[in-house]
């Protein structure tokens, strides 16, 4: 054999079907923001198991600066990434390093890498070392959108949440709420890979809003847990204390959002208030609530105009309780029959797992990318 034909043998022989099962074990990396991750699942039909799940978070470096400045979680990154990936390797039972030759213990069949959209500077680390691995071990990549990451995160199936009907796989079409620091959408997924936007923000996403709130509160970043946390706080309900602000477009025919506003609206509110460090959980609580209702009206609306037979939450704000318990109310009293999918916690933030699952159903249909032709693209949207 020579030795073009060697190689090429050893770039596709480790994606040869297993048994008769056929599943499929995928490398996560995700470096989109401010952490670094890694993550190795098992794939089988629509079944994604997490084997590990490493993630180095930098938000104590950030929180002096109230939010994430590029250079420094390059850096970071630089410093984590290929330890974090030996620590998810190693949890998962996987042998390193890996050869082609290699014929005991689990094997990696491909690697997921998140490409866009997010911090280029963070991209590229992720980038470079999928790269630099798909050649050293010859494997094929996947190359994932960051938003589809966050959807599949619905995905993962192997822990219990008591708001996901995990017994059931999910049915489409599905209508698809993510809401994170950077974007704010509602998505409809016909099967996968295959997305209409139906709406997003037009100007600061949700979790951008939730930071800002918190900052002209001086309550602490990230914003969405501390106001969550203020919001919590909130015990005094009288007329004289009541706090009450907007809730932006939430009857505009479309289904776009708009958070500015809002972010303005409480500024306002707390300059004319000379009391408002003594109602700072009132506060905290109407910002949340305003943006919770006109989330969770949209997407009830666009689930009914679409006929969605599935709603799915996604992205880090889906952490958020307030918002998770008004969805789940609002599925079940005015979605007859619809089925309501949010992630566990820990899949909702920037994680490697939900990665790799989108992997996973990606390498399915035998999406991959050259390591050659993989570039990080920071203004990526989501395509079929």
């Not at 470096?31 to 993550?39: L, P, R, V």
């Not at 996987?94 to 959209?117: E, H, Q, R």
């Not at 972010?263 to 306002?268: E, M």
């Not at 109407?286 to 679409?306: G, N, P």
């Amino acid at each position: 054999m020579n030795q073009r034909l060697l190689r090429r043998s050893l770039r596709f022989a480790s994606f040869a079907p297993r048994n008769d099962n056929d599943y499929m074990i995928i490398l996560g990396i995700e470096t989109s923001c401010d952490e670094t991750a890694a993550a190795v699942v098992r794939g089988n039909s629509e079944k994604v198991e997490v084997l590990s799940n490493v993630v180095a978070s930098q938000i104590e470096i950030h929180q002096k600066y109230g939010g994430v400045v590029p250079e420094v979680a390059a850096r970071e990154h630089v410093l984590n990434i290929l330890p974090v990936v030996n620590e998810a390797l190693e949890k998962a039972g996987i042998k390193i390093p890996l050869t082609p030759f290699d014929k005991g213990g689990k094997k990696i069949d491909a690697i997921a890498v998140t490409i866009g959209p997010g911090l280029v500077t963070s991209l590229l680390v992720g980038v470079e070392t999928a790269k630099t691995l798909a050649y050293a071990w010859k494997k094929p990549v996947v190359a994932v959108n960051h938003i589809e990451g966050h959807i599949y995160a619905n995905f993962i199936r192997n822990d219990k949440c008591q708001m996901t009907n995990v017994k059931n796989n999910i049915k489409f079409p599905a209508l698809i709420l993510t809401v994170s620091g950077g974007h704010t959408m509602l998505v409809l997924m016909t099967g996968h890979g295959e997305y209409k936007v139906l709406g997003e923000t037009r100007d600061d996403a949700a979790g951008e809003a939730f930071d800002k709130a918190a900052q002209l509160l001086n309550i602490g970043y990230p914003g969405g847990p501390a106001i969550a946390a203020y919001a919590a706080k909130l015990k005094v309900k009288s007329k004289k204390l009541k706090v009450s602000l907007p809730r932006p477009m939430l009857n505009s025919s479309d289904f776009d959002f708009s958070f500015s506003g809002l972010k303005t609206a409480l500024l306002y509110a707390i300059q004319k208030d000379k009391q408002w460090k003594k109602k700072i959980p009132g506060y905290a609580a109407e910002f949340q609530a305003a943006a919770v209702e006109v989330l969770v009206h949209k997407t009830i609306k666009a689930a009914l105009t679409y006929k969605a037979k599935n709603i799915m939450l996604s992205g880090g704000v889906a952490a958020n309780t307030e918002l998770r318990g008004q969805l789940e109310a609002a599925v079940k009293n005015k979605l007859s029959g619809a089925k309501l999918s949010i992630p566990e916690f820990k899949y909702c933030t920037d994680n490697a797992a939900m990665i790799a699952a989108a992997g996973y159903f990606m390498a399915k249909r035998k999406k991959f990318t050259p390591w050659q032709k993989l570039k990080a693209d920071a203004n990526l949207e989501l395509t079929n």
